[in-house]
């Protein structure tokens, strides 16, 4: 391959990089190039217009970085701009890129897990409001019914390392409950946000025996059917298992707490939006 063409993962904060993890862990030999859009984070409670546009303009800066592919590795991205990026956007900037999400693969796993139909989704605000899991389920099981809790403390408690706080557990169980109590049903729960499987194992502790799905494996497990349906895109995706990291943010704050996240040292670069 003549030039270095990395999978690109964009999110607006940290969490995706539990995705990239997941992604590195599927597809070890192949070069990801991350983007966070930390300096404007969080989108959860930004509107559907400001969401695509910022969205919009991170996948042209990892194109011009040489991403043939992107992953918004982020639910609010995928719920909120996704859709028009992929119908309106990409014939214009070039109609052999490709962007997916996080939303669609999430849904059709979730769909099949079930026993009861009943499902429950626990995300950020922008996502619940979004309705995009419920218009997702849907379409692929009409007869599964949705539930769903917004959090939207979780990602400051977990950016800022107090989840596993006595206060943070006490937030993130009140959120659980509210959800659960919406019906005695419920089986499986999504954890519709890339920062919550930092904790799963604290909700795991308190389901009693509902399950918890994390985005993580799912979407690797995607990625991978999908690049093995299209060899075309396969062949342009670089292969030198080399990672990348590019913030809007602070360059060090970025290493910390990526670092955090990732359990490895992190050198990111800044980019200017």
């Not at 099949?112 to 692929?140: C, D, F, M, P, R």
């Not at 659980?176 to 089986?187: G, R, T, V």
């Not at 999908?226 to 809007?248: D, F, I, N, Q, W």
């Amino acid at each position: 391959m003549d030039k270095k063409s990395p999978i690109g993962v964009f999110d607006s904060g940290y969490g995706g990089l539990t995705i990239l993890s997941a992604l590195r862990s599927s597809l070890p030999t192949y070069d990801f190039l991350y983007l966070g859009d930390n300096a404007r984070a969080p989108y959860g409670t930004r509107s559907f217009d400001v969401v695509y546009e910022y969205t919009l303009e991170a996948v042209k800066t990892l194109f011009e970085q040489g991403c043939e592919l992107v992953i918004l590795a982020c639910n609010t991205a995928s719920a909120k701009a996704l859709r028009t990026i992929q119908q309106h956007d990409l014939p214009h900037i070039d109609p052999k890129k490709r962007v997916l999400g996080v939303i669609r693969p999430s849904v059709e796993m979730l769909a099949n897990l079930s026993n009861t139909h009943e499902i429950g989704v626990l995300a950020t605000e922008g996502t619940v409001k979004s309705e995009s899991y419920v218009l997702e389920i849907q379409k692929l099981a009409p007869e599964v019914r949705v539930f769903q809790q917004a959090c939207p403390i979780w990602v400051p408690l977990i950016e800022h390392n107090l989840h596993q706080s006595d206060a943070g557990k006490s937030f993130i169980a009140s959120d659980w409950k509210a959800l659960i109590e919406q019906s005695p049903s419920i089986d499986s729960v999504i954890l519709g946000c890339t920062h919550y499987p930092l904790v799963a194992d604290f909700l795991r502790s308190i389901s009693e025996g509902i399950r918890i799905i994390e985005q993580g494996p799912i979407v690797a497990a995607s990625l991978v059917d999908y690049l093995k349906r299209h060899p075309e895109m396969e062949a342009k995706c670089s292969k030198g298992a080399s990672v990348e990291y590019l913030t809007s943010e602070n360059v060090q704050t970025f290493n910390e707490k990526a670092s955090f996240f990732l359990g490895e040292a992190v050198q990111a670069k800044h980019i200017h939006f």
